[in-house]
Each structure stands twice: as structure tokens, then as C-alpha cells.
């Protein structure tokens, strides 16, 4: 795969479009595009547009961040990203914040940047499904995981997640989604999926 880029996009470095208030949707990097928005009470994705060839609409990789007592990551991004998400997420609360990095299932998207975030965060450890953690995450990672079983749910605070098991959905064995209750999915890589903008991961 070529190396990342961020895609250049001309946007207004204020808040974009007409929010409710008390909803944040910023650029947090206006060279890059790299944005955040709040999509649920406590809860933003942060996206980044990026050039890839063959694919002139346009492609992004999103993260989640759940704002809580013990807050969540749900992907880290590719590693070469790194600095922009890093930005974003610093838009929100301090990195340094963060209790848990969490994954869909091992891949760059998904983890590549995984260490880089238990550096910036001393006390946050991995968060994944009890396949990847024995398979993959427990060697990769600079600490262990917090290993989800199929079904468990883990408190933050306010927000409580749910690890469901989805082997090869949308590729490898370990994938899994993290749901909340109410049956509310929110944090999942689970496809990619074509939108008017382009292609999102």
C-alpha cells in the first residue's frame, strides 16, 4: 500500500455547517481536513480524507472517542496518521486521559498507531477480543490487553460497552464489534462503505 497522505481539502477552520448547540464538529487539522464531531452525547468520531490512487472520490479513516470516567479510543489509526488523530482527540480532552485503546480486529487502520498511543497515554492499555489479544495484540503491544469475551461488557462511566464476537466480518477471525447498550452500535469498522464524499474505513 503507498504511504499515507492526508488528502488537502479546503475548509473553514471553524465549526462546520449549523450544530445544536453544545455539539462540537471542528477541523482540528484545516490542512488536512482532519475533523471531529460529536455524534452522540459524548461520543465524536474524527476523520481524516486521504489520497489514494484509484480511488479519485476521495477515502477516510475514522476513529471513535468515548469522553468518559475511564475514556475510549475504539481504533488508533495508521501509524503515519498518528500526529493528526493525536491532534484531534487533544481537541476533545488530554491524550493523556485515555484508559483504553480498542480495536475491531488487527490491522494498520485499526491498530497501526496502537503503540504510539500507550506512549502518549502512561495508564490506557489495548482493548480487543480475547482472539486477538492471544493471537496477536499480547506480542504487539507495549502493554497487555484488556481481552474481551464474546458478550462481556466493560463500564467506563456513564457509557458501558459491549464486545460482540463477528468472526471474519468484514475479514479476519478476530473481528468483533463494541456496542453499547440499547443496542446502539457506534465505534465499528465493520465494511467499506460509499458516501456521497467517498469511501470511509
Do not use: K
Not at 495508521?78 to 493525536?86: D, K, M, T
Not at 480486529?105 to 502512561?122: F, K, R
Not at 492471544?134 to 458478550?151: H, M
Not at 478476530?174 to 440499547?182: I, K, L, N, P
Amino acid at each position: 500500500m503507498e504511504q499515507l497522505r492526508a488528502r488537502s481539502v479546503s475548509r473553514p477552520s471553524e465549526a462546520v455547517g449549523t450544530q445544536p448547540e453544545g455539539v462540537l464538529s471542528v477541523i482540528a487539522n484545516p490542512e488536512s481536513g482532519t475533523n471531529v464531531e460529536e455524534i452522540a452525547v459524548g461520543i465524536y468520531r474524527i476523520s481524516t480524507p486521504v489520497a489514494l490512487s484509484g480511488v479519485p472520490q476521495g477515502f477516510s479513516f475514522n476513529q471513535f472517542l468515548i469522553v468518559d470516567e475511564r475514556s475510549l479510543l475504539f481504533h488508533s489509526g495508521p501509524r503515519g496518521l498518528f500526529p493528526l488523530v493525536y491532534e484531534a482527540v487533544a481537541a476533545v480532552l488530554p491524550p493523556q486521559r485515555l484508559r483504553f485503546v480498542g480495536l475491531s480486529h488487527v490491522e494498520a487502520d485499526e491498530c497501526g498507531a496502537l503503540n504510539h498511543w500507550l506512549a502518549a497515554a502512561p495508564e490506557a492499555v489495548p482493548l480487543c477480543g480475547v482472539v486477538a489479544a492471544e493471537v496477536s495484540i499480547l506480542d504487539l503491544a507495549d502493554r497487555p490487553p484488556r481481552a474481551l469475551a464474546d458478550g462481556e461488557s466493560l463500564t467506563l462511566g456513564a457509557h458501558t460497552v459491549r464486545w460482540l464476537d463477528a468472526p471474519h466480518l468484514p475479514h479476519a477471525w478476530e473481528c468483533g464489534f463494541c456496542s453499547r447498550s440499547r443496542h446502539e452500535r457506534y465505534s465499528v469498522a465493520i465494511c467499506l462503505r460509499r458516501r456521497d464524499r467517498g469511501f470511509q474505513r
